[in-house]
């Protein structure tokens, strides 16, 4: 038979069990917890997205190859709010397919107050006062239209073919302001070139 004080003791240290129990778990959850937020923040560190995609779609109609490049803008001015400084340090392009072996290059063009937005043009120097060729890390003004930079990119095949390029690739870092936010952003950029032999 049990004495009241072995029952004590089983009931104390059956409570001190689970208190450990939950103290175990709770400790899990509250790591857990830490380690998710840690990784949001994180990603959205390494994840800047102050640029918009365009949204919208272009498919040239089929030209000769010496004939068919197009330049198509990549990053718009801002329509309203603060304009910041950014530094590019890199870019690349995303192709879906490429069967007319496309190349591309990126330029900054500092917009022509005067001039209308660029989508997609054959000759982008009627809309700009100056084009610069991308050389990395380069400096671009995200400001307000007009007085701000576009980026864009010139797409050439160099066979007949199609050329579907889906998306481009930058890597920026924002100003002291942002406390020198770096990272990637896609943006959706679709873009379709059709070429022919002649």
């Not at 990603?43 to 800047?48: I, N, Q």
């Not at 365009?54 to 498919?59: E, F, I, Q, S």
């Not at 000769?64 to 197009?70: E, F």
């Not at 050439?156 to 020198?180: F, I, K, N, W």
Request: glycine share 8%; aromatic share 8%; hydrophobic share 40%.
């Amino acid at each position: 038979m049990e004495s009241q004080a072995d029952v004590e003791a089983a009931s104390t240290s059956s409570t001190s069990a689970q208190r450990r129990r939950v103290t175990i778990v709770l400790s899990v959850v509250v790591a857990a917890l830490l380690v998710a937020a840690v990784s949001v923040g994180w990603h959205r560190w390494t994840h800047p997205s102050i640029f918009t995609g365009l949204g919208d779609t272009y498919a040239s109609p089929p030209l000769p190859v010496g004939k068919a490049s197009i330049l198509t803008t990549v990053i718009f001015p801002r329509v309203d709010g603060e304009g910041e400084e950014v530094t590019i340090e890199g870019l690349s392009a995303d192709f879906s397919s490429n069967s007319a072996e496309a190349e591309v290059l990126f330029g900054v063009c500092h917009m022509n107050a005067a001039a209308d937005p660029i989508g997609a043009v054959r000759d982008p120097r009627p809309f700009c006062e100056d084009i610069e060729a991308f050389e990395p890390p380069m400096s671009f003004d995200y400001g307000v239209a007009p007085r701000s930079d576009y980026l864009f990119v010139t797409i050439t095949p160099t066979r007949p073919g199609e050329g579907h390029l889906a998306s481009v690739t930058v890597d920026y870092r924002r100003s002291a302001a942002h406390l020198g936010q770096h990272g990637t952003q896609t943006l959706r950029v679709v873009r379709e070139i059709n070429v022919r032999e002649r």
